[in-house]
């Protein structure tokens, strides 16, 4: 067996028994919360971003924000999109 091989091979068993060691680790549990939460959260402000952008096109009645987002749809698409993003958001705390 070449080194390389048995590097690998030991950098895989070293993986291994570290998350053996650790695995139950409040530590690690907390900083694995930690980045979960990161990711909702940052998903959630992209969401509320996006809802809030939404709702004041909508309520604007502005042609010239309409034609920056280039959305060319009814007032009736628009509640429809409106009501998906707030479910999308509420979705979240679910």
């Known amino acids: ?3 390389a ?3 690998i091979h030991n950098k895989g068993t070293s993986s291994r028994r570290a998350k053996d060691l650790f695995g139950d680790c409040a ?3 907390i900083i694995h919360l930690h980045d979960c939460f990161r990711g909702a959260l940052s998903a ?3 969401d509320v971003s996006e ?3 939404e709702i004041s096109i909508a ?3 502005d042609d010239e924000a309409r034609i920056v987002t280039n959305t060319k ?3 009736s698409d628009e509640g429809c999109r409106i009501l998906d993003l707030e479910r999308r958001v509420a979705g979240r705390f679910t």
Do not use: F, H, I
Request: hydrophobic share 25%; aromatic share 0%; net charge neutral.
């Open 1 to 3: 067996m070449s080194s």
């Open 5 to 7: 091989t048995t590097s």
């Open 27 to 29: 530590l690690v549990e």
């Open 44 to 46: 959630l402000k992209e």
């Open 51 to 53: 809802l809030c952008k």
């Open 59 to 61: 309520t604007s009645g």
């Open 73 to 75: 749809s009814t007032s």
